[in-house]
Nanobody, 126 residues
């Protein structure tokens, strides 16, 4: 599986961005998809995950109520709608995938993901 993320950019605090991640292959719906981010000088952290069918989601606490993860399996694409952006959301955002059943204790773990995109930069100015 190859993943290609896009949609990053520069936005003012309070603004919105929508990230997209397109996956290659014909079994996209069998993959759990996640978004992670890494800010300068910090470790990579989990942002959100969605199950293969799109019915289950899980978010990191700091983005709950502001970010929404979704997917369109017909387009092999996962999205991250980011609203009410804050300067602390500034980071390189990565999409990732792994094929397994949904276990909430695992979907936030980076080690669980087998495939990673190249990242797209989000910069939020104050």
């Amino acid at each position: 599986v190859q993943l290609q993320a896009s949609g990053g950019g520069l936005v003012q605090a309070g603004g919105s961005l929508r990230l997209s991640c397109v996956a290659s292959g014909r079994t996209f719906s069998s993959y759990i998809m996640g978004w992670f981010r890494q800010a300068p000088g910090k470790e990579r952290e989990f942002v959100a995950a969605v199950s293969g069918g799109g019915h289950l989601t899980y978010y990191e606490d700091s983005v709950k109520g502001r970010f929404t993860i979704s997917r369109d399996n017909a387009k092999n694409t996962v999205y991250l709608q980011m609203n009410s952006l804050k300067p602390e959301d500034t980071a390189l955002y990565y999409c990732a995938a792994y094929g397994s059943i949904w276990r909430r204790t695992e979907v936030a773990m980076g080690w669980r993901y087998d495939y990673w995109g190249q990242g797209t930069l989000v910069t939020v100015s104050s």
